[in-house]
């Protein structure tokens, strides 16, 4: 999997492209905790070019979320489609984590 | 004493004892020199004589049917009280009566149950007066009166008795039936084989059967006996023996030449104008093609990439009527994702309570529903929306359907993995070929993938093992995934307990086994010396 990380104004937007397995948590882990040390406004996780997502990829989100909003920042989640969803929805973190269908209205914070 | 007489009759079960016993005390209670109890026969209508005196206690002595006294009470239901019987014109005393009673007085009861009579009493010379008084009287219609209700009750504990036995009989003649039948669901190769069967009551006329009749070729059909209960019943059981015995046949000859030999032998063991109706198929999945033969059925449908339509097949008459038929059968392709639909005329004819027909659109309905369902889920879907159409009505007909799929073959069974996370993408490619082969659709498809994929994240997190080989078989409507490796395992009660329900609070763990556990209509976690087996199972109807 590949992850890269962009800022638009006080946003971080770390996207993932490809299968988001095992294999890709530490290098997703490592991207959230530089975005966490940042310490900017928003994080949006970008899961428009993933084709696959499992709980290993799902639990770093989660303790991201929990270190982020002791310290204010929001963690958002876009792009979700297909499979990738379907993931997302049996885990049920959409009880939490906000889900935006594209970048720009999660950067916007605007469903 | 009444009452005492009330009790043992309360309690009898046996009709001779009682009868004994009811003639003993009335003849106490009447002191009178003889009583007796005259039942119809059944079978004739005449009075058979049950008596105090021994030499007519046998049951032999009849009253034959409205002759005598007894004969005109059991007619008029009218008590007769008789000073000198003996003189009476009416008096019938039967032949082989040998006591060398003398009637005098007689008095002759009828036993009535409200406006039926059920036989007749008579007490028979008085002992201390030369007549039998009004209070007599009273007490012989008393004792009648009792006695009738007691009959009734044997009666209708000996039509229960009778009842149980008839339903039971049935139910080992249904099972003894279903003995003829083989199993409702087989795959033979590429070739899955589905069956419902539905008879109209404890044992039907309707049958169908497969059997490998070699060189790879499989013969499959339904049958449809004329007639209904025990004798189509038997007719259905010679018929699917006798099919049995030539399917191999099948092997070497056209179908056509195969029913018309079939017919033969039905035509010589047939009787009382019985006949059977039989659509069959020859699959040959080597070639990828069937041969039809249809006799007197409905005309099976064929389903290829075009969907659902009527097999283009030639008519024959039923088996069993002429054995100078020549039958004739035409052969069409059937390549993988093919499919074929037999069934008997009871799956069009059944009628709901508007009185419409299932083949008047429902049927079509059900099937174009049922268009892209996998193969374990059509019959059950028709036989659902079948069953649903009929609801309250009653069924008038056996109803039988058989349907056939040309498979792909089926993906490689098993693959051994190492337990690394970047192995992880080829377990997924190997549960990917899986659920594309049981048509799930994407949703399903990616959940199943996604819980595959949960437990071997696991295995390379915990398990401490090596290796784990990763094994799929489609079977009874079920995709069934098994992973073993002989690491750490865990049993069904340590899932259980360490199942999290997802929060955003701290946990312990276990969001991937919550997900297998959501995803997967079973699961089994064994952990022995050997090694540990998780059992992954999903069901195909499910999915659809």
């Given at each position: ?111 | ?38 039942l119809p026969d059944a079978a004739n209508g ?459 609070g701290d946990r312990v763990g276990g969001l ?33």
């Amino acid at each position: 999997m590949k992850v890269t990380v962009r800022k638009e104004k006080d946003v971080s937007i770390v996207e993932l492209e490809g299968e988001a397995d095992l294999a890709a948590v530490p290098a997703f882990q490592q991207a959230m905790q530089t975005e966490a040390k940042a310490r900017t406004r928003r994080v949006v996780v970008d899961f428009s070019k993933v084709t696959f997502v499992n709980t290993p990829i799902w639990a770093v989100v989660v303790e991201h979320y929990q270190h982020a909003t002791e310290k204010g920042t929001e963690i958002a989640v876009a792009g979700l489609n297909g499979r990738v969803e379907a993931s997302f929805n049996i885990v049920r973190l959409g009880d939490f984590i906000d889900a935006f269908p594209t970048v720009a209205e999660a950067v916007a914070g605007k469903k | 004493m009444l009452i005492d007489v009330a009790r043992r009759l309360s309690s009898a079960g046996d009709l001779d004892e009682l009868v004994d016993h009811i003639l003993k005390r009335s003849r106490e209670v009447m002191d009178c020199e003889v009583c007796s109890i005259l039942l119809p026969d059944a079978a004739n209508g005449d009075l058979i004589i049950r008596s105090t005196l021994d030499a007519v206690g046998s049951g032999q002595v009849r009253v034959p049917k409205g002759k005598g006294i007894a004969g005109e009470v059991y007619v008029t239901k009218q008590l007769v009280n008789s000073q000198d019987a003996g003189s009476d014109p009416r008096h019938f005393k039967p032949s082989s009566d040998k006591s060398g009673l003398v009637t005098r007085a007689m008095l002759t009861a009828p036993l009535l149950d409200g406006g039926r009579c059920l036989g007749v009493m008579q007490a028979i010379n008085p002992q201390h007066e030369p007549f039998f008084s009004e209070q007599d009287e009273e007490m012989i219609q008393t004792f009648g009166s009792l006695i009738a209700v007691t009959l009734m009750r044997l009666d209708a504990q000996r039509k229960a008795i009778r009842d149980a036995e008839v339903r039971q009989e049935m139910s080992l003649a249904r099972e003894i039936q279903k003995s003829f039948l083989p199993s409702p669901s087989a795959r033979i190769g590429s070739v899955g084989i589905e069956a419902f069967y539905h008879p109209a009551s404890d044992v039907g006329g309707d049958f169908y059967f497969w059997h490998e009749a070699g060189d790879g070729k499989i013969l499959v059909g339904v049958g449809d006996v004329c007639g209904k209960g025990l004798p189509a019943a038997l007719d259905m059981a010679r018929s699917t023996t006798l099919i049995a015995s030539m399917a191999h046949l099948c092997a070497t000859m056209p179908l056509g030449g195969w029913m018309s030999a079939l017919n033969a032998r039905l035509c010589g063991a047939m009787r009382a104008g019985r006949f059977i109706a039989i659509n069959a198929l020859v699959i040959d999945p080597a070639r990828d093609s069937v041969q039809l033969c249809g006799a007197g059925l409905p005309t099976p449908k064929v389903r290829d990439a075009g969907g659902w339509r009527d097999a283009l097949m030639q008519g024959n008459p039923p088996l069993g009527i002429s054995p100078r038929v020549v039958y004739r059968s035409s052969e069409h392709g059937l390549g993988t994702g093919g499919r074929c639909l037999v069934f008997t005329d009871g799956i069009l004819e059944v009628q709901n309570r508007r009185g419409e027909h299932f083949e008047d659109g429902a049927f079509a309905l059900a099937l174009e529903h049922l268009a892209d369902a996998a193969h374990g889920a059509v019959v059950s879907g028709i036989a659902d929306a079948w069953q649903g159409f009929a609801t309250d009505a009653a069924y008038e007909d056996d109803a039988t359907l058989l349907l056939i799929t040309h498979e792909a073959p089926a993906p490689p069974a098993a693959v051994s993995l190492k337990c690394e996370p970047g192995a992880l993408k080829d377990a997924r490619a190997f549960i990917e070929q899986w659920v594309a082969h049981c048509r799930f659709d994407e949703k399903t498809s990616g959940l199943v993938v996604l819980g595959c994929d949960e437990v071997l994240s696991n295995l390379c997190k915990h398990a401490c093992c090596a290796t784990a080989a990763l094994s799929a078989e489609a079977l009874d409507g079920e995709l069934r995934i098994r992973i073993q490796h002989h690491g750490e395992g865990i049993t069904n009660e340590e899932f259980q307990r360490l199942v999290s329900v997802p929060s955003h609070g701290d946990r312990v763990g276990g969001l991937g086994l919550y997900v297998i556990s959501q995803i997967f209509d079973r699961t089994d976690f064994r952990k022995g010396e050997g090694g540990s087996t998780i059992e992954l199972v999903k069901r195909v109807e499910a999915m659809q």
